[in-house]
Nanobody, 112 residues
Framework: QVQLVESGGGLVQPGGSLRLSCAAS????????MGWYRQAPGKQRELVAT?????VTNYADSVKGRFTISRAKTTVNLQMNSLKPEDTAVYYC????????WGKGTLVTVSS
């Protein structure tokens, strides 16, 4: 059974920073990529950033230049800087390895 456990969410003021982490455990085939998605209230889940086994990254236009994804083996991190109120959402960790696996999510609230 594959488990993804996210941490690092919370409340931050606009312009602030947060770092999300996700640790994967369990039995799975080789990882194709890991990433972060988010879902704001009343909206569909959307891609934030992904990183492949080879370190190739992909970002949503809305977070380019502000967020940085990194990975070490089965842990993926998301450094979020210059946060905006519109970044408020539940952030989900994703692992693609033949099948798609999801964490339970961690809430990020950007508000003054």
């Amino acid at each position: 059974q594959v488990q993804l456990v996210e941490s690092g969410g919370g409340l931050v003021q606009p312009g602030g920073s947060l770092r999300l982490s996700c640790a994967a455990s369990g039995s799975f085939f080789s990882i194709n990529f890991m990433g972060w998605y988010r879902q704001a209230p009343g909206k569909q889940r959307e891609l934030v950033a992904t990183i492949t086994n080879g370190g190739v990254t992909n970002y949503a236009d809305s977070v380019k230049g502000r967020f940085t994804i990194s990975r070490a083996k089965t842990t993926v991190n998301l450094q979020m800087n210059s946060l905006k109120p519109e970044d408020t959402a539940v952030y989900y960790c994703n692992l693609a390895s033949g099948m798609n696996y999801w964490g339970k999510g961690t809430l990020v609230t950007v508000s003054s």
